[in-house]
């Protein structure tokens, strides 16, 4: 019996949101890396995000500048943990019924 490989620590949720939202190529670049050791249910999602931030960057939507670029991924990184909590309520509401 095959033990289940244990998840690399940058293709864990937290430490690969965080990630994209500092820099999406470099998540992209990890994400194609990593693409066997990521767990199945996660590769789709950590795909879409990784070329949505991408395109982010080359398109210069993000502003330029350390303390911008900061500042800007600490908000988009609180309002999505915001929508995933708000999303995992409701999932876990509609699981119980």
Do not use: Q
């Not at 244990?6 to 965080?18: E, G, Y």
């Not at 194609?32 to 767990?39: A, K, V």
């Not at 350390?66 to 500042?71: F, G, K, T």
């Amino acid at each position: 019996m095959e033990l289940p490989k244990p998840t690399p620590f940058l293709m864990r949720r937290v430490p690969f949101f965080i990630l994209y939202a500092l820099c999406g190529p470099l998540a992209l670049l990890i994400l194609i890396i990593y693409w066997r050791d990521t767990p199945t249910d996660d590769r789709g999602a950590y795909l879409f995000f990784s070329v949505v931030f991408s395109l982010f960057f080359i398109t210069k939507i993000i502003p330029n500048g350390l303390l911008s670029i900061v500042i800007f991924s600490a908000t988009y990184t609180f309002v999505l943990f915001v929508t995933y909590i708000m999303l995992d309520r409701k999932r876990n509401r509609h699981d119980k019924e």
